[in-house]
């Protein structure tokens, strides 16, 4: 972040920064020296980067159509975490939604789900399904209408993408009921193979490892009771249609394995050994 010219970090760490690397997309972001986490010090307008969600340009619908199957995996895995801590099956909503693949998960649980979406083309494809989609960013209407109604609120790697995390932290709070669980995904930038493929500054504003999310975390009035270093199920075949950049290199790996049919079993040893991805269960508390 950049205040009156000056780079400072989110957490307001009384410390300098440092750019990430010196070369690459690494060069785009700065790092705190005392915390960790890792931001573009000039992002975009908000009006731009709004754009990239509208236009279906970030985060594009054609991915998530294609990797359904590999996303179920991974959203079974982390509501039946979620279920540990609320074994009742409540109103659950589900913050960048998407197509609705974890909706369909979640509902096929026993959830009563519903999501926000800002791509108007995903919302579209999540609604023919049957769920109630509210189309938009963290706006004041949604805070209006809909605060305080939902035992559950789910962040699937959505923290890295918003201007200021710590305000969407607590729009997710007034959303949830008294007790209610944030279920948070993001990048781990403790991860080499977050280094690797998870630094795109016009989409991955924050990077964060376990230490500074507990922070921001906390500071926001949740208590973590469950943090992970983990990984996805990943659609290796899909990655064209993803906007991480993978190298010309891994994909003619992917898909020399595709014709051995081995691709199948990197994606497994990936989703085991990676640990790229942090996952919190973090529960509203009252604040002091």
Not at 6 to 30: D, E, F, K, V
Not at 184 to 206: A, D, I, V
Not at 255 to 281: C, N, P, Q, T
């Amino acid at each position: 972040m950049t205040l009156n010219g000056i780079i400072t970090c989110l957490l307001g760490c009384r410390a300098g920064t440092r750019p990430l690397s010196q070369n690459g997309n690494g060069s785009n972001y700065h790092r705190c020296e005392k915390c960790g986490l890792a931001f573009v010090s000039r992002p975009p307008a908000s009006p731009a980067l709004e754009r990239l969600y509208l236009k279906d340009i970030s985060s594009p619908t054609s991915y998530y159509a294609k990797t359904v199957e590999a996303d179920r995996i991974t959203f079974v895995k982390r509501l039946r975490l979620l279920a540990q801590f609320q074994p009742e099956r409540c109103l659950l909503l589900d913050i960048g939604c998407s197509t609705g693949t974890l909706m369909n998960v979640a509902a096929s649980m026993g959830w009563e789900v519903e999501g926000v979406e800002p791509n108007p083309h995903a919302a579209y494809i999540a609604r023919q399904q049957g769920f109630i989609v509210h189309e938009g960013f963290f706006s004041s209407v949604l805070d209006r209408h809909l605060k305080g109604k939902y035992q559950c609120v789910v962040m699937s790697d959505v923290i890295e993408h918003v201007p200021n995390p710590r305000d969407a932290l607590i729009k997710a709070r007034q959303l949830l009921a008294p007790n209610g669980f944030l279920l948070l995904s993001t990048p781990n930038l403790e991860s080499f193979w977050c280094k690797r493929f998870q630094l795109k500054p016009m989409e991955h504003l924050f990077l964060f490892n376990s230490k500074n999310l507990s922070l921001l975390l906390s500071g926001e009035a949740f208590e973590i009771c469950h943090l992970e270093k983990t990984s996805r199920r990943r659609a290796l075949g899909q990655l064209t249609h993803s906007t991480t950049e993978v190298g010309r290199e891994s994909l003619t790996l992917i898909r020399y394995l595709s014709r051995l049919r081995l691709d199948g079993a990197l994606a497994w040893m990936m989703e085991h050994f990676f640990k790229d991805e942090l996952v919190v269960i973090a529960r509203k508390t009252r604040r002091l």
